[in-house]
Nanobody, 122 residues
Framework: QVQVVESGGGLVQAGGSLRLSCAASAGSFRSYAMGWFRQAPGKERELFAAISWGGDSTYNMDSVKGRFTISRDNAKNTVYLQMNSLKPEDTAVYYC???????????????WGQGTQVTVSS
C-alpha cells in the first residue's frame, strides 16, 4: 500500500497562492495514477484533480480549472498541487491518494493521510 503525507497548507488571503506536496512511500507509487481530494466543513470529500502515472495526462474539476495545477516527480515519489487565485470556497482539508485508475478517479485505498488544512480568508 502506498502511504502518503500531505503538507504545504496554511492561511492565505483570497487571490493568494499555495503549493501542496504529497510525499508517498516508495514501491508502487510510480505505477499509480494519483489524485488530490478535498473536504470542506459539512461536505463530502471530493476528487478535484488527478494525474496519470506517467504525468502526461491531468484532470481538473471545473471549479479549479485555470487556477490549480497538479504535477508529479516520480523520482521523488511526490505529487504537487500549485494553487493560484485562491478563493474562500477553496477552504478545506486537502488529501491525496492513489487512484484505482486515472479514468475511474476513485481512491485506491480506504485509509487516508492526515491531510493539510487550507484556509482562504476574504
Amino acid at each position: 500500500q502506498v502511504q502518503v503525507v500531505e503538507s504545504g497548507g496554511g492561511l492565505v488571503q483570497a487571490g493568494g497562492s499555495l503549493r501542496l506536496s504529497c510525499a508517498a512511500s516508495a514501491g508502487s507509487f510510480r505505477s499509480y495514477a494519483m489524485g488530490w481530494f478535498r473536504q470542506a466543513p459539512g461536505k463530502e470529500r471530493e476528487l478535484f484533480a488527478a494525474i496519470s502515472w506517467g504525468g502526461d495526462s491531468t484532470y481538473n474539476m471545473d471549479s479549479v480549472k485555470g487556477r490549480f495545477t497538479i504535477s508529479r516527480d516520480n523520482a521523488k515519489n511526490t505529487v504537487y498541487l500549485q494553487m493560484n487565485s485562491l478563493k474562500p470556497e477553496d477552504t478545506a482539508v486537502y488529501y491525496c491518494n492513489a487512484l484505482r485508475s486515472y479514468y475511474s478517479r476513485a481512491p485506491r485505498y480506504d485509509s487516508w493521510g492526515q491531510g493539510t488544512q487550507v484556509t482562504v480568508s476574504s
